[in-house]
């Protein structure tokens, strides 16, 4: 990338001058801590790649030519020895998600999860931070100097430990910016990528591979885009599909002449409709229906290749695994606590070995998780096939992720309960950690 040779003093230097003049009033920033840590976080440059786009232009999305070749992100270093240690950068970017999680995003959570609406200062917070543009390489608008599962993994699991709905929320439009940029042609990154790295909100954007049916396979969806002329015509349904009622543009799943295939959407084509589609879970992440009934858009909307379908969908469930991961953590730091000040025939509850082996379950199982999800970042941050650690990762989330939950709720008794405590929120967000797809990437 154009911006390699730059140490990180130099990095730093350049993004405290650029993340102060945007974020400057945010109250997390007040900590002098969280201002030297986010001053080293995000390089976005003095001189953007594209113009900032108003609300009300980017259901537009006017079509621009590429330039040569697309751009992508470099490829992560290769270490020679085993070690999932993170590297400095990624440990600064870690902090500030963990900052937002802790300062924003776990104060608002009950609020999010009861109106299923992220407030606006808290979208405000991540996109000042950059997060949404964490894939996005430097030379497109973003942030990324290289392309890295293990970063992103890192971010989702700290903003997960604050919320799981609030992450899915703001992680869903990074999402499709990620696909965008690793797997766009030049004309469809000029197109789409300044709505989400302009100085205004990112566009409200979802990767819709969900389908309502049962025994649903993400390889073989039911949607369908049939080609005629120039242009593709789709038919299907697509389920909990993240701020689907406000969303300016979606990256569906489609067979196209028998292959699964990516397929960009504006959400203002003919034959579009969202219906509202409430889930048990990541209620704050404002869940819907869209049914598409002969929406047309051009062919050239096909989006990256098959291989790169099967790429979209196993880095989805990696995600998944790592907001799981959050979750999960956020549960275990509540436990802790509460099992050893909790009294019960006068002395602490955490003194049954009931309860004690119980929390030592979810220490165990939830460390196991985060090290298959670390494993299977950092083989695919090499280049290598990390399909088999994916497969393990999402069976690991589907079995221990609910279990989490639950024990969560059975050891606070009544507490676990009632919304006074967060429990109850966290046990039906683990619930669909390990069945959902698309939607995140890392």
């Not at 600064?92 to 998600?97: F, G, K, N, Y």
């Not at 969900?210 to 885009?225: G, K, N, Q, V, W």
Request: charged fraction near 20%; proline fraction near 5%; glycine fraction near 10%.
């Amino acid at each position: 990338m154009a911006l390699n040779h730059l140490n990180l003093a130099d990095r730093g230097q350049r993004l405290g001058l650029r993340l102060i003049t945007r974020a400057g009033s945010l109250p997390l920033l007040g900590n002098r801590e969280v201002r030297r840590t986010v001053e080293h976080l995000l390089y976005r440059g003095s001189k953007g790649a594209f113009g900032a786009l108003d609300a009300a232009s980017r259901r537009s999305f006017p079509a621009r030519p590429g330039t040569g070749d697309p751009t992508r992100s470099g490829v992560a270093a290769r270490p020679r020895e085993f070690d999932l240690t993170p590297s400095e950068d990624q440990e600064m970017i870690r902090s500030a998600a963990a900052s937002l999680a802790d300062e924003v995003i776990r104060p608002a959570g009950a609020g999010a999860d009861g109106e299923r609406a992220v407030p606006e200062g808290v979208t405000r917070a991540a996109a000042a931070l950059g997060l949404p543009l964490i894939a996005v390489p430097v030379d497109l608008g973003g942030i990324a100097e290289e392309r890295s599962a293990v970063t992103t993994a890192l971010v989702i699991e700290e903003l997960a430990r604050g919320d799981l709905g609030i992450a899915t929320a703001l992680m869903a439009p990074a999402a499709v910016a990620a696909a965008l940029a690793n797997y766009g042609t030049s004309a469809q990154q000029a197109t789409y990528l300044p709505a989400f790295t302009g100085e205004d909100l990112p566009a409200v954007a979802s990767l819709a591979l969900m389908e309502p049916h049962p025994l649903f396979d993400p390889l073989a969806p039911r949607t369908t885009a049939v080609a005629r002329g120039s242009d593709l015509v789709l038919n299907g349904a697509k389920s909990l599909v993240v701020g689907a009622a406000g969303a300016e543009l979606l990256v569906v799943s489609a067979l196209v002449d028998g292959a699964p295939r990516l397929v960009i959407v504006e959400t203002g084509a003919r034959g579009l409709t969202v219906e509202d589609d409430p889930a048990m879970g990541i209620r704050a992440a404002a869940t819907g229906r869209v049914v598409l009934d002969d929406v047309v858009v051009p062919a050239a909307n096909l989006l990256g290749t098959s291989a790169d379908h099967l790429d979209a969908v196993r880095r989805a469930r990696l995600a998944w695994a790592a907001a799981a991961c959050g979750t999960a953590q956020a549960a275990l730091d509540q436990l802790g606590p509460y099992v050893t000040s909790r009294q019960a025939f006068g002395e602490p509850i955490a003194h049954r070995q009931a309860v004690a082996f119980t929390v030592a379950d979810v220490a165990i199982e939830l460390a196991g998780l985060r090290l298959v999800v670390w494993r299977a970042a950092a083989r695919l941050d090499q280049g290598k096939e990390a399909g088999q650690l994916i497969a393990h990762a999402r069976q690991l989330t589907a079995r221990h992720g609910a279990q989490i939950g639950s024990h969560a709720v059975q050891l606070l008794g009544g507490h676990g309960f009632v919304k006074e405590f967060d429990n109850e929120r966290w046990y039906r967000d683990l619930r669909g950690a390990g069945v959902l797809e698309g939607v995140l990437l890392v």
